[in-house]
């Protein structure tokens, strides 16, 4: 069983930062990627950033040189910087790791709101 920990939601104005953080717990796992997705009413789950365990970061088009994602693999943790954040950032970002062995394995947490507000 994994356990995430997500922290670093709120509001904001448009333009300004946040830096989420994702801290995974638990035992008897290996993680081979974690990222983040997020999510608004009406719209389906979305990738935002994911990371592997060798390093390789992934963003969507949309987040491309306004975000960096770094992962500390001692800590099981991984941070996502947002920075000139728009209004249509505005969702719930949820954490996931892929822990599988044979194949994908997820899990997610609660989720945290960001809104930017214009």
């Known amino acids: 069983q994994v356990q995430l920990a997500e922290s670093g939601g709120g509001l904001v104005q448009a333009g300004e930062s946040l830096t989420l953080s994702c801290a995974a717990s638990?035992?008897?796992?290996?993680?081979?990627?974690m990222g983040w997705h997020r999510q608004t009413p009406g719209k389906p789950r979305e990738l935002v950033a994911v990371v592997t365990s060798g390093g390789t970061t992934t963003y969507a088009d949309s987040v491309k040189g306004r975000f960096t994602m770094s992962r500390d693999n001692g800590k099981n943790t991984v941070y996502l910087q947002m920075k000139s954040l728009k209004p249509e950032d505005t969702a719930v970002y949820y954490c996931?790791?892929?822990?599988?062995?044979?194949?994908?394995?997820?899990?997610w947490g609660q989720g945290t709101q960001v809104t930017v507000s214009s």
């Open positions: 638990g035992s008897g796992f290996s993680i081979k990627f």
């Open positions: 996931y790791v892929d822990v599988g062995v044979d194949g994908p394995f997820y899990y």
